[in-house]
């Protein structure tokens, strides 16, 4: 069992930067790829970015690469998505997932979900 937490959302203009948390309970963390995930309002919930369990190779969106970064530290159960130079389109619920998956882009692969922060840019 897994629970998390996410926090860190918040409002920010466009160009901005915010940096999303998610602390993850349990002592078996470090088996777990653990995935972002965002949805808008009217839209379905879309991949951001993921990490293996060990952070050694992570995976992106198109949308956000070379904005976002993703990193994990098994030794504080936590995992982190560094956002950078946001857009309005960026504007969503953000979800922290866990998954024993390799496929780590499809959200039905997630076994664990936090209940979500919301970010949201203004132009």
């Known amino acids: 069992q897994v629970q998390l937490v996410e926090s860190g959302g918040g409002l920010v203009q466009a160009g901005g930067s915010l940096r999303l948390s998610c602390a993850a309970s349990?002592?078996?963390?470090?088996?777990?790829?653990m995935g972002w995930f965002r949805q808008a309002p009217g839209k379905e919930r879309e991949f951001v970015a993921a990490?293996?369990?060990?952070?050694?190779?992570?995976d992106y969106a198109d949308s956000v690469k070379g904005r976002f970064t993703i990193s994990r530290d098994n030794a504080k159960n936590t995992v982190y998505l560094q956002m950078n130079s946001l857009k309005p389109e960026d504007t969503a619920v953000y979800y922290c997932?866990?998954?024993?998956?390799?496929?780590?882009?499809?959200?039905?692969?997630?076994?664990?979900w936090g209940q979500g922060t919301q970010v949201t840019v203004s132009s």
């Open positions: 349990g002592r078996t963390f470090s088996r777990y790829a």
């Open positions: 997932a866990a998954t024993g998956s390799y496929f780590l882009r499809f959200r039905n692969e997630y076994g664990y």
């Open positions: 990490i293996t369990w060990s952070g050694g190779s992570t």
